[in-house]
């Protein structure tokens, strides 16, 4: 029998082990033994997607000048959506033949944009804690070096500027931030987008403002976008959370015209787009919004998470811990308790898989973000409860 003998590039020996399939093999094992599992680890919502939303899939997925090859870079009328709602959302223009364009889901555009503008040895700054996508699939896939921003507790969970080299930030190409943040819920305002973007144009750098959660935000507070402030840099966002449809992977960037051109082209190469039918029915979302403020389809679904968090801010804090409220997106980042100091957030996660809670440990995110985890808000009220009951029977 011939077979052939395979090395793995050098490129992919440096990617990490996904932690989320390290904790899925642990869980499935347990599964099979009859444990009954709470998942609070990833971020995938269990609401349904707006029926408004479903009922146009089914009538655009029905015509047959849809069922064909998509154009990688979006069908017309949905950058044009896209582009409205960044008018009514953000008070912002952007020329949808130019300065947008659609990918597969934003996890798609993270990781390509890079393609287009980085060469190897090159230095992309990523935020840590952070979405891993930015230090393996953008940076390390593109044989180039991430250089990790630590985002600390003491910092509200914002990049130090100041605090960074500046022959790093002079070699830096690309930056990623994301707010409202992914793990740690945390937020910023247009103050600080301006202190970023002046820190870009004097190193020169782009800055790529990752911002899925955009519309997951609690009481008055309005999440910003970088182009409001800049329009040198671009902005990624998609359908997946805002309306709960994680798997169609539908999203878009959008921005400076000379980065989507380099997309666009990185794309041509490599995939054909995301299906028109679903193209078709996040414009059906998109077409909801008549202002900045959240329409009904949304706002529903923020409402729910509000409740949740709430729900865990105080169960948990009744079990001993200090946890605050976070203003955004749908994860509650929070420190193990003290007791627990002497062991990883990856081994207490693991004492709760013992118990049927899955939530993610803090280095999921990064080495930063050891002796912190993220608890996803997507089970309902109930199971939350229940989740923080099993929990205080080790802890306490
Ligand atoms: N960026 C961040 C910070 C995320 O948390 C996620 C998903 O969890 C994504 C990007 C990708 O989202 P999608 O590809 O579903 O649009």
């Known amino acids: 029998m ?13 990617l990490p082990t996904y932690i989320f399939v390290e904790i899925e093999q642990l869980i499935s094992e347990k599964r099979k033994k009859g444990v009954d599992f709470i998942p609070l680890g990833i971020g995938d919502p269990d609401l349904a997607t707006p029926d408004l939303i479903v009922n146009e899939l089914i009538q655009q997925v029905k015509k047959p000048e849809n069922q064909k090859y998509p154009s990688s870079m979006g069908e017309e009328d949905f950058r044009e959506a896209v ?16 300065e947008i364009s659609n990918v597969i889901g934003g996890k798609e555009g993270v990781a390509n944009i890079t393609r287009a503008f980085i060469n190897p040895g090159d230095i992309v700054l990523c935020p840590n804690p952070g979405y891993p996508v930015y230090e393996n699939g953008a940076t390390k896939l593109c044989d180039a070096d991430p250089y990790s921003i630590p985002l600390l507790a003491e910092n509200n969970f914002l990049p130090d500027l100041e605090a960074i080299d500046t022959e790093i930030l002079k070699k830096a190409k690309i930056m990623y931030i994301n707010y409202p943040n992914n793990p740690t819920g ?16 004097d ?26 402030i800049d329009q040198n840099q671009v902005e990624i966002n998609s359908s997946s959370k805002m309306f709960n449809m994680t798997g169609f992977r539908c999203g878009w960037v959008a921005g400076n015209k000379d980065v ?49 968090r709430d729900i865990l801010i105080e169960n948990i804090n009744d079990i001993g811990w200090n946890t605050v409220k976070p203003q955004a997106t749908f994860y509650v980042w929070t420190q193990i308790p003290k007791k627990y ?17 899955i939530i993610t440990p803090g280095t999921g995110f990064g080495k930063f973000g050891e002796g912190f985890v993220r608890f996803a808000l997507t089970q309902p009220e109930s199971r939350i409860k229940e989740a923080i009951e099993r929990i205080n029977m080790i802890i306490n």
């Open 2 to 14: 011939f077979s052939i003998k395979l090395e793995y590039s050098e490129r992919y020996k440096r």
């Open 83 to 98: 582009a409205r709602w960044y008018k009514v959302r953000f008070k912002i223009d952007l020329d949808p033949k130019e």
């Open 186 to 201: 945390a937020i910023i305002t247009d103050k600080f987008l301006k202190k970023v973007s002046d820190y870009a144009q």
């Open 203 to 228: 190193y020169n750098f782009l800055i790529v403002h990752d911002n899925p959660y955009s519309e997951f935000t609690f009481g008055d507070y309005i999440a910003p976008s970088i182009l409001q």
């Open 260 to 308: 989507i051109k380099g997309l666009r082209k990185v794309k041509s190469q490599i995939d054909s787009g995301c299906p028109i039918f679903i193209q078709k029915a996040v414009i059906k979302g998109l077409n909801e919004y008549k202002s900045e403020k959240k329409p009904k389809i949304v706002e529903d679904t923020v409402k729910i998470y509000e409740k949740r």
């Open 341 to 357: 100091s002497n062991i990883s957030c990856m081994e207490f996660v693991k004492n709760l898989i013992e118990i049927g809670v």
